[in-house]
T-cell receptor, first 113, second 116 residues
C-alpha cells in the first residue's frame, strides 16, 4: 500500500549550516508532494510543494528535490537558523480530486546555536 | 482573515464521556479535513467533509467516532465513550476547493484531547 517514510527521525545541525531532510515514498501514483513544518504545540505549516512533473523547486532558503526514479524526496534548508527548529513532515497527495494527504512520521530538526 | 480556528485547544475527558471538537474553517473555505496525531507520530487522515456531506471517511474508526459539517456553523468531530487510546492531538484543515489545481490546505492549531 502507499506509505511515506523518513530516513532520519532526528537531525542536529549547527546554526548557519545547511540542513537536508530526506523522505521516501512508495506510491507511484502520487503526483504532488508537500513539506510541512510543525513547531511544538502548533499545527503543521506549509513550507513548499512540488508536482511530479518537476524535479526541483526553490523557495526562500528552502529547496525541494524530487527523484521519481527512486521515489525519494528531500528538503534542503540553507543557512539554518534557530527558528527552523521543529518537526518536518513530508506528505504525499494521492491521485484523487481532493486535498487529502498522507503524512510521513516526521524528522525533528534541532539547530545548535 | 482569521485562520482555521479550533476549540477547545485542550480538552480533558474521563473514560466513557463524550468529546466534541470544533473546527471553523477559514472564511470562504467549504472543504474540511480532520487528522489525528499521536505523540511522536505523523498526522493520520480521518475524514474529509464538504458542507453537509461526508466525502471520505476512510480514516475514521468504525465505532464511536462521527463528524459533521453543517450548512451553518463549525465542523464537529464527535467521539463517544472515550477511551485512553483516544488521547491525541486532533487537527483540522480547510481549503477553498476540492484540490484540483492542488490548493494548499491550511491547518488549525489543534485540539489536544486527554482521556483520564
Amino acid at each position: 500500500g502507499e506509505s511515506v517514510g523518513l530516513h532520519l527521525p532526528t537531525l542536529s545541525v549547527q546554526e548557519g549550516d545547511n540542513s537536508i531532510i530526506n523522505c521516501a515514498y512508495s506510491n507511484s501514483a502520487s503526483d504532488y508532494f508537500i513539506w510541512y513544518k510543525q513547531e511544538s504545540g502548533k499545527g503543521p505549516q506549509f513550507i513548499i510543494d512540488i508536482r511530479s512533473n518537476m524535479d526541483k523547486r526553490q523557495g526562500q532558503r528552502v529547496t525541494v528535490l524530487l527523484n521519481k526514479t527512486v521515489k525519494h524526496l528531500s528538503l534542503q534548508i540553507a543557512a539554518t537558523q534557530p527558528g527552523d527548529s521543529a518537526v518536518y513532515f513530508c506528505a504525499e497527495n494521492i491521485l484523487t480530486s481532493y486535498d487529502k494527504v498522507i503524512f510521513g512520521p516526521g524528522t525533528s530538526l534541532s539547530v545548535i546555536p | 482573515n482569521a485562520g482555521v480556528m479550533q476549540n477547545p485547544r485542550h480538552l480533558v475527558r474521563r473514560r466513557g464521556q463524550e468529546a466534541r471538537l470544533r473546527c471553523s474553517p477559514m472564511k470562504g473555505h467549504s472543504h474540511v479535513y480532520w487528522y489525528r496525531q499521536l505523540p511522536e507520530e505523523g498526522l493520520k487522515f480521518m475524514v474529509y467533509l464538504q458542507k453537509e456531506n461526508i466525502i471520505d471517511e476512510s480514516g475514521m474508526p468504525k465505532e464511536r467516532f462521527s463528524a459533521e459539517f453543517p450548512k451553518e456553523g463549525p465542523s464537529i468531530l464527535r467521539i463517544q465513550q472515550v477511551v485512553r487510546g483516544d488521547s491525541a492531538a486532533y487537527f483540522c484543515a480547510s481549503s477553498p476547493t476540492n484540490g484540483q489545481g492542488r490548493t494548499e490546505a491550511f491547518f488549525g492549531q489543534g485540539t489536544r484531547l486527554t482521556v483520564v
